[in-house]
């Protein structure tokens, strides 16, 4: 009896303290990983790449004042690299632009010397793009996005 007491203990035990020590799941360690956004396309290396990232479709159908984080990069050859660390995974878009007057404004003009672009977009959008269409799945630790602006 002493014996299946102190095995009955020892289970009690380690079903209680084992998840306290246990190390974190993996899905835990990894949900979050970095973006590497890389952006081709200007007119020159003059001024900078502004863009914005998005991750819903109302913020994303007024990118002047939607939008989870923006930045700028300056460019060199006429591209520029950033990366986006520790970001949360999910379901995220980017629209970009040359602000090639260094005036902080993209011109809305798809015939400006300002070209545009926004993920998963290959050519010149001269109407208003579709969130779903633009929208990238993040669920890795470096998930790269290649972005042509036109």
């Avoid at 974190?24 to 990232?53: C, F, T, Y």
């Avoid at 990118?63 to 379901?91: V, Y």
């Avoid at 545009?116 to 998930?143: C, L, M, Q, R, V």
Wanted: proline share 5%; net charge negative.
């Amino acid at each position: 009896m002493v014996g299946k007491k102190m095995t009955l203990r020892a289970l009690l035990a380690a079903t209680v303290l084992i998840p306290l020590y246990a190390a974190p799941s993996a899905a835990d360690q990894n949900s979050a990983g970095d973006i590497i956004v890389e952006i081709s396309g200007a007119s020159s290396d003059k001024g900078k790449i502004l863009w914005r990232m998005f991750d819903n479709e109302s913020d994303f159908e007024d990118p002047e004042t939607g939008g989870i984080l923006e930045g700028e990069c300056d460019i060199q050859d006429r591209k520029c690299t950033f990366t986006i660390p520790s970001l949360a995974f999910g379901r995220y878009a980017i629209m970009a632009g040359h602000d090639a007057n260094s005036d902080q404004d993209i011109s809305k003009n798809p015939f400006s010397n300002e070209p545009k672009g926004i993920t998963n977009y290959n050519e010149k959008i001269f109407w208003f793009p579709e969130f779903k269409k633009a929208i990238f799945k993040h669920d890795k630790s470096n998930t790269a996005i290649r972005l042509r602006l036109f």
